[in-house]
């Protein structure tokens, strides 16, 4: 009973592909390599990858695939022990960005300013209807602040965001947010700016650093 080590936190991880405008979506390379890349560092105590999941960048058309991964999610904590937590995160790219963001909430509004990859354009509507109208909110139950402030500590340019756009990203992270409520694990979506911004390396030790501030807090 909670002798056998630290409480251990399995992270379940997303990325996005390609879409318009952006050909080369750095949370693909991020979320592909982040395994391997956490293994070479040699991994925080108590962390563990359960996924690594690359979604189309799209809404309805990707719901199966994301569910599919948020189940994986649930299962993984059903069958772990009390000492155990689960957390979903979700890396999005914002093409405009020049520092990370850590996203505090979704809200229920699908507006997409272009079509995405599967041609779906929704125009102020519910991402769930039975939620509410478009200016419901759904926020993260992790400590932003706290989050934000060790990343900083360590280096990153990081900031706090309410703000996660209306597009796929804000799409996937308000499913992601009433699934972990209705499940009892917890979720987070991460803006990244492009790799001509921020490069690779110093975007996947971010990646890495996020695991081991979100474990050392939970």
Known sequence: MGSEGPPSVTFHVTGFKKFHGVSDNPTETIVKNLEEYIKKKG????????????LETAGQGAIVPLYQTLQSAASNDIQQSDSSKVILIHFGVNSGATRFAIEHQAVNEATFRC??????KPQKMPIIASDGGISKARKTLL??????????????????SDDAGRFVCNYVYYHSLR???QNGIKSLF???????????DTQMQFAASLLEVLASLC
């Open 43 to 54: 991994s925080t105590k108590g962390v563990s990858l359960g996924s690594c999941t690359i």
């Open 115 to 120: 079509p995405d990859e599967m041609g779906w």
């Open 143 to 160: 400590p932003v602040d706290e989050i934000t402030k060790s990343l900083a500590k360590m280096g990153y340019d990081v900031v706090t």
């Open 179 to 181: 699934f972990a409520e």
């Open 190 to 200: 991460v803006h990244v700016p492009l790799f001509q911004t921020i490069d690779k």
